[in-house]
């Protein structure tokens, strides 16, 4: 029998809107999904591991990466590089697993065009007002930056028709089970297809 090939879920959204954590709570719960770890140039954070939440490379490292075609989409955020592993995804999905992708928005678009068949789901928050409060208790950007990631999270919203599914991020728990059921519908729709696909070849 023929393997079937996994399905590529692409979690996006404007930044702060809590897709890691969301992220993080869908992997807590053990799914049975692997998680592509992107690489990044930026700087190694305090309590982050390099293997499990990036690969850290160089910019000199990285620019070789995109030129060698090493990566399925990447983008420039807040001056540091962002990218997805090209062949973990490929090699995960050939062999029959689901991959998970947490991204930022331009790079989920870049995957839309190479991989359309992915499942795309976009992250919005309650409302801009509460977008707001989560940048600003992370605690991690000047007011300056707060406003410019607002403002381009208004022009990352605007993406938003181009994906399969919206999750409004009110609850952690709430919005991580909702992905969940995505995951789980989209597999069945497939079965529900390759069933029909069989019974009209017998049809035949
Ligand atoms: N395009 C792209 N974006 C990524 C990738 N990995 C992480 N990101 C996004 O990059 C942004 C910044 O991530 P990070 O520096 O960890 O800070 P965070 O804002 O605390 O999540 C987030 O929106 C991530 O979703 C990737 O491989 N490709
Ligand atoms: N549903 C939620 N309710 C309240 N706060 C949240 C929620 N989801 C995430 N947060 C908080 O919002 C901030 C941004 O979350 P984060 O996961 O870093 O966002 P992103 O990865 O989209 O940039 C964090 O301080 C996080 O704890």
Known sequence: MI?????LFILS??????????????????????????????????????GIDYYYKTREEFETLIKQ????????????????????VEKQLTDGYDVFLEIEVQGALQVKK???EGVFIFLLPPSLE????RIMHRGTESLEL??????????????MDAYDYVVVNDDVRHAASKV?????????????????????????
């Open 3 to 7: 393997k079937q090939k996994g399905l």
């Open 13 to 50: 959204g404007p930044s702060g809107v809590g897709k890691g954590t969301v992220r993080k709570e869908i992997f807590a719960r053990k799914p049975d999904l692997k998680y592509s770890i992107s690489m990044t140039t930026r700087e190694r954070r305090k309590g982050e591991r390099e």
């Open 69 to 88: 075609n090493k990566l399925l989409e990447y983008a420039e955020y807040v001056n540091n590089y962002y990218g997805t592993p090209r062949e973990f």
């Open 114 to 116: 190479n991989f359309p």
């Open 130 to 133: 509460e977008l707001k409060n």
């Open 146 to 159: 707060v406003r410019n990631r607002l403002n381009e999270a208004k022009n990352e919203i605007n993406m």
């Open 180 to 204: 969940q059921s995505i995951i789980q519908s989209e597999h069945l729709k497939r079965e529900r297809v390759a069933y029909q696909y069989k019974k009209l070849l017998e049809v035949e």
